[in-house]
C-alpha cells in the first residue's frame, strides 16, 4: 500500500529534494487544504490559491508573486519575507490575523491609502499613515501626497478659511 504523504511528512521524510518539492509554480491549488503546511520559501509565483485553507500554514520567505489568493483563508498563516507583488490580497475574514512583516504592511498601507475617497475621516486616517505608506519597496509606483479635501460646510461658503483643508 502507498503512503499517504502530506507536505510535512513528505518534506521530513526526503522524499524529494527540497527545491524541487517547494516549485509549485503555476501550481492549481484550487481550494486546497493546506492548514498548518510548511511552506516555507516555496515559489508559488502564479499558483491559483483561491479558496485555498492556508490557515496557520508557515509561508516565510515564500514567493506568491501573481498568486491567486482571492477567497483564500490566510488566518493566522505566517508570510513574514514573503513576497506578495501583484498578487491578489483577500479582503474577507480569512485573511485576519495574518503574520506579516514591514514590508507587507508597508505594501497593503500604501493600496488603502492609494484609493479615492473625500470622506474627512478617510482623509484623515489616510494622512496620519502616508509617510509609513510610501515606504514601500517599489520604485515603479509613485509616492503618495498629502490630499487637500473641503467640507460641506466650504463649499456652501460658511466654513472657517483656516478649516477648509484636511491635512
Not at 513528505?10 to 509554480?25: P, Q
Not at 492556508?54 to 483564500?72: V, Y
Not at 479582503?91 to 497593503?108: E, F, H, P, T, Y
Request: aromatic share 8%; hydrophobic share 40%.
Amino acid at each position: 500500500m502507498e503512503p499517504t504523504w502530506t507536505w510535512d511528512t513528505a518534506r521530513a521524510a526526503g522524499v524529494l529534494a527540497n527545491d524541487e518539492w517547494l516549485d509549485l509554480r503555476r501550481a492549481n491549488l484550487l481550494y486546497a487544504d493546506l492548514r498548518g503546511a510548511d511552506l516555507h520559501d516555496a515559489d508559488l509565483r502564479d499558483a491559483n490559491l483561491h479558496g485555498a485553507n492556508l490557515h496557520d500554514a508557515h509561508l516565510t520567505g515564500a514567493d506568491l508573486r501573481r498568486a491567486n489568493l482571492r477567497g483564500a483563508n490566510l488566518r493566522y498563516a505566517n508570510l513574514y519575507d514573503a513576497n506578495i507583488d501583484f498578487s491578489c490580497w483577500p479582503l474577507c475574514c480569512g485573511s485576519l490575523g495574518v503574520r506579516v512583516d514591514k514590508k507587507i504592511a508597508v505594501q497593503l498601507m500604501y493600496h488603502a491609502c492609494a484609493l479615492d475617497c473625500d470622506d474627512p475621516e478617510y482623509v484623515a486616517a489616510r494622512s496620519a499613515c502616508l509617510d509609513f505608506a510610501n515606504q514601500i519597496h517599489r520604485s515603479d509606483v509613485p509616492r503618495l501626497e498629502f490630499r487637500n479635501v473641503e467640507t460641506e460646510r466650504d463649499k456652501n461658503g460658511n466654513g472657517n478659511e483656516e478649516a477648509d483643508y484636511v491635512e
